[in-house]
T-cell receptor, first 122, second 116 residues
Framework: EAGVAQSPRYKIIEKRQSVAFWCNPI?????LYWYQQILGQGPKLLIQ????????DSQLPKDRFSAERLKGVDSTLKIQPAKLEDSAVYLC????????????????????FGAGTRLSVL | AQKITQTQPGMFVQEKEAVTLDCTYD???????LFWYKQPSSGEMIFLIY??????QNATEGRYSLNFQKARKSANLVISASQLGDSAMYFC?????????????FGQGTELSVKP
């Protein structure tokens, strides 16, 4: 079974430029997450989709970041314009469902991650 | 609010020995899940093991086991018979299981180095 695919793996841009990242989740996974991981820290959620609807974007800097998940499959994350502090690894993850009442099944709750996109803003 | 604390920035272990990576958590949720992920230098987060708050037995997965002490709010990862390939960052994470928001809350991570 193919894992979560992300591209590009690396990106170097200058501040105030724009950049876009792409993610293809595991086939059949309804939930897709974008996390930002700054060097030396754990990942932090930027946005979460359930199918093509947004579930949580409370931590997304909406003045510069945008994301979409057309047709409930692939997703793109865009930064425009980029700032120096946006330098980080952007991780995409997917899971079957968010959670189930009555006892969630393990395999439905595991978030599987892609290899990430390492962004450097100069 | 949920919080994960990993107090060991770095750990060393001799090959073939066992090592324990500490994780404590704070939450007011009744039902939650605890996860451990491994992140090698390649960057991908690899799922290792999961413990549900309602599980009475500690989770095990091959050489990985989770020492879950609910009253102390700790979920330590034990790696037995360490291998050179275990050298990586290890992250403890948690999430509410029933809330619509399924985001993982991660700790700061522990860098494990396995010595030959």
């Amino acid at each position: 079974e193919a894992g979560v695919a992300q591209s590009p793996r690396y990106k170097i841009i200058e501040k105030r430029q724009s950049v876009a990242f792409w993610c293809n989740p595991i086939s059949g996974h309804a939930t897709l997450y974008w996390y930002q991981q700054i060097l030396g820290q754990g990942p932090k959620l930027l946005i979460q989709f359930q199918n093509n609807g947004v579930v949580d974007d409370s931590q997304l800097p909406k003045d510069r970041f945008s994301a979409e998940r057309l047709k409930g499959v692939d997703s793109t994350l865009k930064i425009q314009p980029a700032k120096l502090e946006d330098s980080a690894v952007y991780l995409c993850a997917s899971s079957l469902v968010i959670g189930l009442a009555g006892g969630p099944k393990l395999e439905e709750n595991i978030q599987y991650f892609g290899a990430g996109t390492r962004l450097s803003v100069l | 609010a949920q919080k994960i604390t990993q107090t060991q920035p770095g750990m060393f272990v001799q090959e073939k020995e066992a090592v324990t990576l500490d994780c404590t958590y704070d939450t007011s949720d009744q039902s939650y899940g605890l996860f451990w992920y491994k992140q090698p230098s390649s960057g991908e987060m690899i799922f290792l093991i999961y413990q549900g708050s309602y599980d009475e037995q500690n989770a095990t997965e091959g050489r990985y086991s989770l020492n879950f002490q609910k009253a102390r709010k700790s979920a330590n990862l034990v790696i037995s018979a360490s291998q050179l390939g275990d050298s990586a960052m290890y992250f403890c994470a948690m999430r509410d299981l029933y809330n619509q928001g399924g985001k993982l809350i991660f700790g700061q991570g522990t860098e494990l180095s396995v010595k030959p």
